[in-house]
DNA sequence: ATATATTTTTAGATTAGTCTAAAATTTACT
DNA sequence: AGTAAATTTTAGACTAATCTAAAAATATAT
């Protein structure tokens, strides 16, 4: 069995692992637990005892199958219960975060299932990212980053790739909600900043920074 | 803050007093935490010290105001998360109790107040347990006892006081459901062993053990 | 009332997860 | 290559929750 404390540790290792193709470093990982590169060590050992990450000391740490195997189902816990937080509790897509940080420990495979069945098999979260299915496959969405998109394409908002409430309270504000339809009117060379229409209505300008965050998928012509 | 163990001392602690207004025995306590009495004594000094219980060594403990409101809580989410796992997921009422073992220490009071509404404020948990509300006042359902209804009597089954898998299993064999009708056919003197009809149907007999454990209210006769 | 049995507490140890400070290793920079 | 800087690991300690074995207190039974 695996720990509370131990699955933290292996969805950070996967978050981390997805960014790179190299080992990731105990610093690194000490900062997404918010410990102690000492402690981050200790727990490496135990998860290599344990065979859930390779790990030789000083040259970083990998997932092993098993760990990754772990880490999505872990990630898929916490997905669904986000689905479920905000689809049938009403909850905003920015307060469910932490609430799903705690959900995401409970340990029954039925539960999971069952409430998977319940939410409709939803292929991704209040956010847009995917939700592994029950075998671990991560659904292939598609989406881009709003910053890859050229100009005066049609697009829609599916998500984000950065959850904090600062930045979704922002997009809040300006109203871009999942689902906006999307066109870029120009991209500014200098600094990929965008001037961009919500809708019908609105113009609205986003620095590259924002857009880097925003995930859409093109219309369809047809 | 309560830790997810304090909590389950607490929680236990709670259900020990309501059958008896004395002290509850360190004993009592290891008994239903599965640790031994050495471990309850360190637990019992450590709430006190958090002003959740009064103990005085070699007296017994008893909950303060403080900890019986978080008792109280706790089982309001075990048994609201059990109408969920119930009602929306489909389980079986033999099924639940050990997610909802877990379910209980999630900390949050909006999750707590949005469920509870989603669930359209139920009065009892599946197995008849009344279920406190945000304040924490349990609700007075005035279930009884079936082996405290006199012959000829009828009365619909409401819930059981005990939960052991092996004891809602049997119910289920014998086909005693929640919201079955039933009526005392027959009280036996030397035991207080009972024959009941169950609906319009089946013949049964009855343990004096199993009634004591059966929750009935009575069918008014308007 | 005294001796015996039971219950409860203390003393000392263990495990998981964390920390700080110091030592070891790797990386980066002349 | 040689030194300085950064990273990582070890050593030793702490807290929460648990245990076993021994001591202390309480309850029970002659
Ligand atoms: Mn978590
Ligand atoms: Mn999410
Ligand atoms: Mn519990
Ligand atoms: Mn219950």
Redesign the interface.
């Known amino acids: 069995m695996t720990s509370f404390t131990e699955e933290n540790y292996l969805k950070i290792i996967y978050k981390l692992s997805a960014e790179t193709d190299n080992e990731i470093s105990t610093n690194a990982v000490a900062e997404l637990t918010q410990t102690k590169a000492a402690s981050v060590t200790d727990m490496l050992r135990k998860l290599s005892e344990k065979q859930l990450v390779s790990y030789q000391k000083y040259q970083g740490v990998r997932l092993t199958e098993k760990g990754e195997k772990v880490a999505l189902m872990v990630i898929r816990k916490h997905r669904l219960w986000e689905v479920f937080?905000v689809n049938?509790?009403?909850?905003n897509w920015d307060?469910v975060h932490?609430?799903a940080e705690?959900?995401e420990h409970?340990?029954?495979d039925?539960?999971v299932q069952?409430?998977d069945e319940?939410l409709g098999f939803p292929q991704c979260d209040p956010h847009g990212d995917p939700i592994p299915n029950r075998h671990g496959l991560m659904p292939e969405l598609g989406y881009k980053n709003l910053s890859e998109i050229t100009v005066n394409q049609q697009v829609v908002m599916m998500g984000v790739a950065q959850h904090s409430t600062n930045f979704l309270q922002y997009l809040a504000k300006i109203g871009l909600n999942l689902g906006a339809k999307i066109k870029i009117i120009e991209i500014n060379d200098f600094d990929k900043s965008l001037t961009i229409k919500i809708g019908v209505k609105k113009e609205c300008f986003l620095s590259n920074e924002v857009a880097k965050n925003v995930l859409v998928k093109a219309i369809k012509m047809d």
């Open positions: 937080l049938k509790l009403g909850f307060e932490e609430i705690e959900l409970i340990n029954s039925e539960l069952r409430l319940f």
